[in-house]
């Protein structure tokens, strides 16, 4: 089935803004500890760009951290597919 039309509907965009509070009630839970130097990554598009769109560009943690959400996170090729060396980019992992 494909669902590249259901990501582009106003509806996605609702059930990703209605899911967002309960991730970030868990990005924001006390008790996970945090990197200093926390890394994010998105894998596919359409899904990346909704989340980002939907986060408002920037996730907080519960250290207070601030993670920046950009486009450049999204670790596709150019087919639209993810790219195992964007993601070892984004990670810097060499």
């Known amino acids: 089935m494909d669902y590249t039309n259901k990501r582009k509907h ?3 965009f609702e059930l990703l803004k209605s899911c ?4 970030l009630l868990k990005l924001q839970n006390p008790k996970i500890k945090w990197s200093e ?5 998105l894998a ?3 899904n990346g760009e909704k989340l980002i769109e939907a986060f408002q560009n920037r996730l ?3 250290t207070g951290q601030v ?7 999204i670790a596709i090729d150019g087919s639209n597919y993810t790219s195992s060396k964007n993601l070892r980019e984004i990670f810097g992992i060499k």
């Open 67 to 73: 993670l920046k959400l950009e486009n450049t996170q």
């Open 44 to 46: 596919f598009k359409l």
């Open 60 to 62: 907080r943690l519960s």
């Open 20 to 23: 967002s509070d309960y991730l």
């Open 37 to 41: 130097n926390v890394k994010v990554a």
């Open 10 to 12: 106003p509806k996605y």
